[in-house]
């Protein structure tokens, strides 16, 4: 199973453009990758610039509007993911714990829906899906 790990930093939205992290919290941050790369359980991670930087196209009567950041009614925000491999939510939670968050900080744990999770009526319409996955892993595998 993937699991998504979704950090929701404490005020980044409404970080500025040119907003930093503390260099100690990389420092741990990177002890922390390190350990998921040598478990074997990292598949992929970044950090996201912030919400000021971004835009959100949004879709109404079949319309696309654009808004750029940053967004006003917005509480919380992605600061950056992981995606691991665990065998349970279980295991994708005790990786959460280690994570060296500073406090007030969110990380969201989300199981990612893989192809065979979807009804075979599903998978039909999704006709090629499967295969465009296959191609992204040998993409981005090096």
């Known amino acids: 199973m993937r699991f998504m790990m979704l950090v929701i930093p404490k005020d980044y939205a409404h970080a500025k453009p040119d907003a930093m992290p503390d260099a100690k919290v990389v420092e741990a941050m990177t002890k922390y990758n390190n ?8 598949l992929s991670m970044d950090g996201l610039h912030p919400p000021s930087t971004g835009a959100r196209v949004s ?4 319309k696309a509007t ?3 950041g940053p967004f006003v009614e917005t509480k919380e925000v992605l600061g950056g993911y992981w995606i691991i491999k665990a065998q349970s939510r279980e295991e994708a939670i005790a990786w959460a714990k280690r994570a060296p968050m500073p406090d007030g900080e969110i990380i969201e744990i989300r199981r990612v829906r893989e192809f065979e999770d979807f009804t075979p009526e599903v998978q039909k319409a999704a006709g090629n899906e499967a295969g465009l996955y296959a191609e992204l892993q040998k993409r981005n595998t090096p």
Request: net charge negative; no cysteine.
């Open 35 to 42: 350990e998921l790369m040598k478990a074997g359980v990292l």
């Open 59 to 62: 879709f109404a009567g079949g």
């Open 66 to 68: 654009v808004t750029d």
